[in-house]
């Protein structure tokens, strides 16, 4: 063996060594050489086992890098069978964590919480016992799945009390994309719980307290809108609490559409405008994001529901049409247009959009209160219940389904089925302020005028900000002949319609022009009804009311062409008949005093 003395500026102890072969024996006394030689060996011991090391963990980290790319192209067994190979190798948290993710994915729900449970750091870091409650979830366990996120209690605010979420490490905390916080998906999923074990309350704050913790959560916040769970002042109150980033200026904006639209019409143009406006101002956005967010199919979904709750049931319909054209699954514009073809009577479209819906849906509740609808539409209440009640079993949260139930019930005057189907509603969704109204309007029917009045003031309650609860307010005060009482909720009601009037509220326009005739302001009743015969010319109510103001006011020729006009659209109304009859005589003597015979004839108007 030669020693090679000349170093080439290495460390003094530094000995470079030539080997003919790996294992050839030394014949060189060690002696003089056994700490040199054996320093040496150590040396390249070391370096070798540091090399293998490093092979060995960029071999690994392919591998991860194999599991990340089964995982997106969707091929979960493969993930699994190299993630459970990653784990084995290094038996670090974030593989085995790795691993359960696979697990999950491929929906081996037992096997993933198994591993997950079986891991030491499963009740420490939030992030593995939150994939455990999943795989809970996923198995309908909900008592456990609660057990698993630990306890904590939550204020009627939605403040979390105890929350030990933040603790633990987090697995992927050197990503460079934002990220939803996890105490925000635990609150999520413990709602989730709670409506599913019944315990509705609960699942309110859970939720409200999950888009507290994080405004990114949209899931919370889509399941309390969606689910009738908060009223319209709640819902305003929590966006206000919500801590929008600097840079969440459009999503503030965006949550603002998505609540109930009851407000006054520049209030909700106004949230429109200043979603565009902060996306315009964004400059965190290039100007591609916001021109697709100018026609994006939510916030598109957005208006066509505000159109619908105005009574624009035409261009509400219209915008929908073309939403499905762009993109015919989106399911919040299906709900929308099926309620406008609905009021419209487009019962071709509501056969064509329940056919399809049945097909490509057909565990959804949607797709059978489409079909709903359209026996509705056509008045086959019979099949109509048969429909509601099928979506209904399918999913118990689907409020039209219940509100479309006792409407079909309803309309064949069975009061006490349709009382029952609304009270279910007005349980299920204390947000939802329809089944209460509802529920007075059934009371209406038998004349229990206090009672309905009770439940209109408690819809009004509930939705302070919704017209169509004034003019109920407003005909049951009439009915109780309180006219002062009924004219100012109906001009309250005109006061919260977004201008130029629809036909919708023809009614409340004919209402308010009766309740001035009461009170012997004749003028103003003309007015009113001429506004109602500018919205529509088919009601026989104004005609005859008109005339009757005429009448009262010894204007007989007037009176007699609006008497003709009402006997027009109903040749035998005995109440028009009457008093065209009497009116010709008055005319014709045209000095007697008609008054006394008005008087007693008033009481059939």
Known sequence: MRINTDTHGLPPNFVLFNFPSRFQTVETPSEELGVSILYCSTNLTSFELSKSMRMREEEIEKLRGVVRDCVSKHLYSS????????????????????????????????RAFHLLNASKIVLRDPRFRYLAAKCLEELKEWDQCLMMLGDAKVDEHGNVLDNKDHSGMYLDKDSEDREINIAAATCFLRGKAYEALENRTQARLWYKAAIK???????????????????????????????????????????????KKYDKENIIEARFKELERESCNSESYDPSFT????TNTDLLACKAEYYHQ????????????????????????TLVHLAAAMELGHSNELYLMACNL????????????????????????????????????LDGTFAPAWIGYGNAYAAQEEGDQAMSAYRTGARLFPGCHLPTLYIGMEYMRTHSFKLAEQFFVQAKTICSSDPLVYNELGVVAYDMKEYNKAAWWFEKTLACIPSPLSEMWEP?????AHSYRKLKMYREAIVYYDKA?????????????????????????????????ALWLKPDDQFCTEMLSLALMDECQNGMDPKADLRRSEVFL
Request: aromatic residues 16%; hydrophobic residues 40%.
């Open 79 to 110: 993930a699994i069978f190299f993630a459970d190979k990653v784990a084995a190798f290094t038996e670090d948290p974030a593989d085995i964590y790795m691993q359960a993710q696979a697990l999950f994915l491929g929906r081996h729900f037992r």
């Open 213 to 259: 913790a994080d405004p990114l959560c949209y899931e919370a916040l889509e399941c309390l809108i969606e689910s009738h769970m908060l009223t319209c002042d709640e819902e305003s109150s929590l966006l206000l609490s919500l801590q929008f980033g600097p840079e969440d200026g459009w999503l503030s904006s965006f949550y603002a559409c998505l609540i």
């Open 291 to 294: 021109r697709t967010l100018k």
């Open 310 to 333: 105005c009574g624009e049931y035409q261009k509400c319909f219209e915008l929908t049409s073309v939403l499905l054209e762009k993109d015919p699954f989106h399911l919040k514009s």
């Open 358 to 393: 049945v097909k490509d849906y057909p565990q959804k509740a949607l797709s059978w209160f489409a079909v709903g609808c359209y026996y509705y539409c056509i008045k086959k209440y019979d099949q109509s219940r048969r429909y509601f009640s099928k979506a209904t079993s």
């Open 508 to 512: 409340t326009v004919v209402n308010l």
């Open 533 to 565: 015969l500018a919205l529509s010319t088919r009601n026989l109510s104004t005609y005859a009311g008109l005339a009757y103001t005429y009448h009262l006011q010894d204007h007989f020729t007037a009176a007699i062409i609006y008497y003709h006009k």
